[in-house]
């Protein structure tokens, strides 16, 4: 049977889906935030307008990534080196965070927002500007991508893997917040969560770079 993604390819995505998912990030730390700040359906309701952003995000790179396929096979190539060591900068960004001193508060962290204002609509704001996603549309999806296979039924698979993963992860941060938000804050818990997904993204990068 011939599988829309390579299966090799595809669990590759999933191993690197898997840190990116977990790893505090405008999204979760959104989660957090509000699932702190306005309670558990508040904090839902934002996981399901962070995620209709990244439906936005997927459509997007079905239009441009297709035509970028087609037309400029070497130039996806490399992109997928780009993404690449992008994810391995990731890694050694997450090493040199895990032995870093303490230090102020992220200013990328996203404030609650007004208990006035639509959780959902907050949720898809954050994720549809979030730097993170930009950068996985345009660094870390394409190398996943296989030129000998038709595009979009890769691209629904990556969404359904993608947007699976994010739910489960920035449920857990939302309705979890509290207690998480208290452990990220102490030293050695911190140290020791950077070493594991540093450790991981290095991993994922030296399979990205193989896989090409």
Do not use: C
């Amino acid at each position: 049977m011939d599988w829309p993604v390579d299966p090799h390819r595809y669990l590759a995505f999933l191993g690197v889906m898997i840190v990116m998912a977990l790893t505090p990030g405008p999204a979760n730390l959104f989660a957090v935030a509000t699932g702190l700040s306005r309670g558990r359906r508040a904090a839902l309701a934002g996981v399901v307008g962070m995620n209709a952003a990244t439906l936005v995000w997927f459509g997007a790179a079905a239009l441009g990534l297709g035509a970028l396929v087609l037309a400029f096979p070497e130039a996806f190539r490399v992109i997928a080196i780009g993404g690449a060591l992008y994810v391995a900068w990731l890694g050694i960004k997450a090493f040199r965070g895990a032995f870093a001193t303490a230090a102020d508060p992220d200013p990328a962290v996203p404030a609650p927002p007004p208990a006035q204002r639509s959780a959902l609509v907050d949720g898809f704001m954050v994720q549809i500007a979030n730097p993170k996603a930009v950068l996985f549309f345009t660094a870390v999806l394409p190398p996943f991508i296989d030129v000998s296979r038709p595009v979009a039924p890769q691209l629904a698979l990556f969404a359904l893997a993608t947007i699976g993963m994010d739910v489960l992860s920035m449920s857990g941060y939302g309705l979890g917040g509290a207690a998480l938000a208290r452990r990220m804050t102490r030293p050695e818990f911190k140290r020791g969560f950077g070493i594991v997904v540093g450790s991981m993204l290095l991993l994922a990068s030296v399979l990205i770079v193989t896989r090409l």
